[in-house]
């Protein structure tokens, strides 16, 4: 395992590092980590958007005794969840808006006043000013397959 989970023991302290589980009491970063220990996948609805509470400020991992990787961890099993088509509807919808303009979260008529507003061009020199380019970020995202997991979900 990259992430070296094997050498967790349970000792709790990435949990008492963690400031969502600050947040959010029923958040136990270490069941996560173990079920990436032991291999299992869940199919409990409740732990699909607890694995992407994360926000990898890294503060589990620089707190852990053994010095385990515990993001990497996460991340593989966000990368397994998202696989099995386990995305959260607003990352869903953010991934849309990129397949759209290119980027996560796209301008808007009062962003592009306020540009003009500022003397500069309405729309800023990304992806969204050039056709091709947004037609070549469009191209790699299908070819990657990320159009399929962004895409809606079959009812």
């Given at each position: ?7 967790c023991?349970q ?15 029923a958040?136990k970063?270490?069941r ?9 996948k869940s199919e ?5 958007p ?12 620089d ?7 515990i993001?990497?961890?996460l991340?593989?099993?966000r ?10 509807p ?6 849309q ?10 301008g808007n ?6 540009r003009?507003?500022?003397?500069l061009?309405?729309?800023p020199p990304t ?13 790699l ?9 962004v895409?809606?979900?079959?009812a």
């Amino acid at each position: 395992m990259s992430s070296n989970i094997e050498r967790c023991y349970q000792c709790g302290q990435c949990t008492a590092a963690c400031p969502m589980a600050e947040q959010e009491q029923a958040y136990k970063i270490r069941r996560f980590l173990q079920m990436e220990k032991l291999g299992l996948k869940s199919e409990e609805p409740m732990d699909i958007p607890f694995i992407f509470y994360c926000t990898t400020c890294y503060k589990c991992q620089d707190n852990c005794p053994q010095g385990v990787k515990i993001v990497d961890g996460l991340l593989s099993i966000r990368e397994a969840a998202v696989r099995d088509g386990n995305i959260l509807p607003a990352h869903r919808k953010i991934g849309q808006m990129l397949m759209d303009s290119g980027h996560a979260v796209p301008g808007n008529e009062e962003g592009k006043k306020r540009r003009l507003q500022l003397g500069l061009n309405e729309i800023p020199p990304t992806v969204a000013s050039s056709e091709k380019q947004l037609n070549d970020i469009k191209i790699l995202l299908n070819l990657s397959g990320f159009d399929q997991i962004v895409a809606e979900e079959k009812a």
